[in-house]
């Protein structure tokens, strides 16, 4: 992905000229062609399992040597025939035949590759013995899946008991488990294929990656923006067990009493309370940081900014935005949860990010 400075922002937004390609790769995400598309849409759901989608029309014609069970396609954005932003790189699923002008079309969808993990289903008991390190047992069922391109930071941290996983559990949920217990984000494939993860910052935390203002400079579509706020069921107190028939439970509990926090015990002057188990973790200090995860998580939800742009090529997954839109009087940090673009000059990018709040 390139790197975003101050000459290609300001191309963004400004008069642009933009194209796309679509590269073929084969099953080791080489490239091997090339085809012509008439059109399609690409997003990412951050909360999804399989987050990367996408919806693509090609010429038949074009069609006839790819191998539809491992070829896989890159669709790229080229912004003035010379930058590249690579959009994801996605398996092909069910390819449906319609008639176009003159020639006949695939409609194709696509799906990230974390799809093999979730298709890939343990067939005996998967046993993972004390003392593993949490992110070499991650890597090795990732690896046993076949997939080698994998961007997850080495923590030294270990599983305290013997784990297992029963038959036909799916090897993305495995994953995902085991990443919970050490706080960090579910794994996702980014835009050039990597099986990515990430300890998990509060959004407070985060620095801001992207600025939208409706300004004179703006990219945002007029009338397009919206702003649900839905108080009701909030919660404003946490309490998280971590259970594990071997050792002592874990508590961990989490109170909001910020009193600029609309959902917070002060302002609501009653207590909604959030309790949940989770299998097992770390330690004690990666589960208060998950009890605070998931405080902030659901704190944000009541707070909702879904506005349209031009394309922007360079978004990714959870994406922190700070957003300000004078009409409604938004002006606020967000954390972006999805994203959709059409794959054509002229065409609209949606986003739904989540207002960041202090509790």
Same mark, same amino acid.
């Given at each position: 992905m390139i790197k975003l400075d101050k000459n290609i922002i300001n191309m963004l937004h400004s008069a642009r000229e933009i194209?796309?390609?679509?590269?073929?790769?084969?099953?080791?995400?080489?490239? &091997?062609?090339?085809?012509?598309?008439?059109?399609?849409?690409?997003?990412?759901?951050?909360?999804? !399992?399989?987050?990367?989608?996408?919806?693509?029309?090609f010429k038949e014609n074009e069609l006839h040597d790819i191998d539809w069970l491992n070829d896989k396609i890159q669709p790229v954005f080229i912004l003035n025939k010379r930058y590249e932003f690579p959009l994801g790189v996605l398996m092909i699923s069910s390819p449906t035949r319609t008639v176009g002008k003159k020639s006949i079309y695939r409609d194709v969808e696509c799906f990230d590759t974390s799809m093999v993990l979730l298709e890939d289903k343990f067939d005996t008991r998967y046993r993972i013995l004390k003392d593993t390190n949490y992110t070499t047992a991650i890597t090795q069922i990732i690896n046993s899946a076949g997939i080698l391109k994998i961007n997850i930071p080495y923590l030294d941290a270990k599983i305290k008991t013997d784990k297992e996983f029963e038959i036909g559990t799916s090897k993305l949920d495995a994953v995902n488990d085991l990443l919970q217990e050490i706080n960090y984000t579910s794994v996702w494939v980014d835009e050039m294929g990597n099986f990515t993860s990430n300890p998990y910052v509060l959004p407070n935390d985060r620095e801001i990656e992207y600025v939208y203002k409706n300004d004179e400079m703006s990219v945002i579509i007029p009338g397009s923006s919206t702003e649900e &706020?839905?108080?009701?069921?909030?919660?404003?107190?946490?309490?998280?067990?971590?259970?594990?028939?071997?050792?002592?439970?874990?508590?961990?509990?989490?109170?909001? !009493?910020?009193g600029t926090s609309p959902t917070s015990i002060t302002n609501r002057k009653r207590t909604i309370v959030d309790y949940r188990e989770v299998d097992d973790i770390a330690n004690q200090s990666i589960l208060d940081?998950?009890?605070?995860?998931?405080?902030?998580?659901?704190?944000?939800?009541?707070?909702?900014?879904?506005?349209?742009?031009?394309?922007?090529?360079?978004?990714?997954? $959870?994406?922190?935005?700070?957003?300000?839109?004078?009409?409604?009087?938004?002006?606020?940090?967000?954390?972006?949860?999805?994203?959709? $673009?059409?794959?054509?000059?002229?065409?609209?990018?949606?986003?739904?990010?989540?207002?960041? &709040?202090q509790i």
């Open positions: 194209s796309f390609r679509y590269d073929l790769l084969n099953y080791e995400e080489l490239k &091997i062609g090339e085809l012509t598309s008439s059109g399609g849409n690409i997003g990412l759901n951050s909360l999804a !399992q399989i987050k990367r989608k996408g919806n693509f029309k &706020i839905d108080l009701f069921n909030v919660p404003n107190k946490w309490v998280v067990v971590a259970t594990n028939p071997e050792t002592d439970p874990l508590v961990s509990r989490y109170v909001n !009493q910020n940081e998950y009890t605070r995860r998931i405080a902030y998580e659901a704190s944000n939800v009541y707070g909702k900014f879904i506005f349209s742009t031009a394309l922007m090529p360079h978004h990714t997954y $959870m994406d922190c935005l700070y957003c300000e839109h004078t009409d409604l009087d938004i002006k606020n940090k967000h954390i972006e949860t999805s994203w959709e $673009m059409d794959l054509k000059a002229g065409g609209r990018m949606s986003h739904s990010a989540r207002r960041v &709040i």
